[in-house]
């Protein structure tokens, strides 16, 4: 019988030290979380249920963090991802867990932000929504060009020579100065790869220099794919340091004989220094320079950087989540904060009485107007600027913008603005249909809204597999 008292011991979790985990969970981060004498230890390239062989890098009073070296079992939900660029690119960090975990792990971390940030005690989370294919679901994808490669794992192993001045593809996660060279990935479609093996056969054959953001020197920046799953359009969007109308002649040339599907090649102009990929210095090389695209029973014109759902067979299955949840009958007035383009305000607009769409992004509104009147929806109607000083003008309602019945938000990952939590609690709409992309400011928002509000349930969407990214809507409905 082992007598050592263990607690005597010095703990065998510090720097530098090697142990053995067993994982018990996948975390909101995309990283996975063991525990050693009852301490949080954090580390990634892990699946639940696997036991592994991992070295201490960061020792702190309440967790560590520890970097793997060798997985020992497996867990049983561990599966070979399908990408080779897995655990070099940062985009997928889940494709090594099974789809049906995912969605499991997902829901989790809903229970575990409304539990331990929100303070709920029992809270109604649904199962995830899952999507049908959890890949090829991007009507977007944004590459970048780089004149500094970075060699994925495999590359070094292999002992082939690469010339590492010319990448196009995806960044190395936290690197934003190096790029792997990409040459098939599997979350837009197969023409996408197409377009990117082309557009990187044309700038080798050409001699074309990626930009540096080390000497702002260099024509090629990034490319732009987005789709359209309505209509199967395509554009294509290459963003470059430069005109030189003779060369894009000939690229466009170049696309049109390796991917005919192509609908559209607009070329951005970025003369600026910050590496962002967007302008708006457009041409329109070929076709019509946007592409359409139906969501929720609208459609919508979608130009080269106009915002929209990234996967828009979810964002479907969300919308209506959302209006399932504002419960309208076609008698309410509502307001849709944080509207972006309109694509919940047109579809609410079908439901209710009036419907007013509140936006900061001026070009987005724009988009919005014409959007309403493309769908004939002339019960909707858009203001800009940012919500928190427009709720404060409106909370009185005006005759164009009456106090609302419902109240639907759909804010970016920091969550409602305080000030707007506050208006809302003046306001007191019946019901308040929560969208988010983030689940820890949801809770929190929800947590403060508990004061006026019940959270009806929580119904997780997966708009983003192999992820750990998780979308909700939150039904709140006024305490009698
Ligand atoms: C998650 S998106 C929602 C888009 C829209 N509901 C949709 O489904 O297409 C969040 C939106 O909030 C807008 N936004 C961010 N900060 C804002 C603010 N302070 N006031 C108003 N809108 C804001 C962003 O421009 C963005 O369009």
Request: charged residues 25%; contains cysteine.
């Amino acid at each position: 019988m082992d007598t050592i008292d263990r607690s005597t011991l010095p703990s065998p979790l510090k720097k530098g030290s090697e142990v053995i985990l067993t994982i018990e969970s996948a975390a909101f981060n995309g990283q996975s979380v063991a525990r050693y004498d009852g301490m949080a230890v954090f580390l990634t390239g892990c699946v639940p249920g696997d036991t592994v062989r991992a070295m201490v890098t960061k020792k702190k009073k309440s967790f560590a963090e520890a970097r793997l070296l060798e997985v020992l079992t497996t867990g049983p939900e561990r599966i070979p991802p399908r990408c080779k660029y897995f655990g070099d690119c940062g985009g997928c960090k889940w494709q090594n867990l099974e789809y049906k975990a995912q969605l499991y792990w997902k829901r989790q971390h809903v229970v575990d932000a409304f539990e331990r940030i929100g303070g709920f005690d029992e809270v109604d989370v649904k199962p995830t929504l899952g999507c049908d294919e959890p890949f090829w679901y991007r009507n977007k994808m944004e590459f970048s060009f780089s004149s500094n490669r970075w060699l994925t794992a495999s590359e070094i192993e292999s002992g082939e020579e690469f010339r590492k001045d010319f990448a196009l593809g995806l960044h190395a996660p936290g690197r934003f100065d190096k790029v792997i060279d990409v040459n098939e990935c599997f979350l837009q479609s197969p023409e996408s790869n197409r377009i990117l093996n082309a557009t990187r056969s044309f700038a080798l054959d050409h001699q074309l220099i990626p930009y540096s953001t080390r000497d702002h020197q260099g024509f090629l920046r990034n490319l732009v794919i987005r789709t359209s799953l309505a209509t199967g359009e395509i554009m294509v969007v290459p963003v470059t340091a430069d005109t030189n109308p003779p060369l894009m002649d000939k690229y466009v040339k170049h696309i049109q004989e390796n991917v005919p599907e192509v609908t559209t090649i607009v070329l951005a102009v970025n003369r600026k220094k910050a590496q962002v990929a967007f302008s708006e210095e457009l041409y329109v090389l070929y076709g019509p320079g946007t592409i359409t695209e139906q969501i929720a029973g609208n459609t919508f014109t979608i130009s080269p950087f106009s915002f929209f759902q990234t996967n828009p067979k979810q964002g479907n299955k969300l919308y209506e989540q959302a209006l399932l949840a504002a419960d309208l009958t076609g008698e309410e007035k509502v307001w849709d904060l944080y509207c972006g383009a309109g694509t919940i305000t047109l579809a609410a607009a079908r439901q209710a009485e009036t419907v007013v769409g509140v936006e900061l992004n001026e070009g987005a509104v724009l988009d919005a107007r014409a959007n309403a009147v493309r769908n004939n929806t002339p019960n909707a109607s858009f203001i800009a600027g940012d919500l928190k000083d427009v709720i404060a003008e409106l909370e009185g309602g005006t005759s164009s913008t009456p106090r609302p019945d419902v109240v639907i938000v759909d804010p970016p990952r920091a969550g409602l603005h305080l000030d707007v939590v506050s208006s809302l609690l003046r306001l007191l709409p019946e019901r308040i249909c929560y969208v988010s992309c983030n689940p820890t400011t949801q809770a929190r928002d929800c947590g403060l809204l508990t004061e006026a509000y019940n959270v009806e349930y929580i119904q997780p969407v997966d708009m983003f597999p192999q992820t750990y990214h998780i979308e909700t809507v939150a039904k709140l409905v006024r305490k009698s």
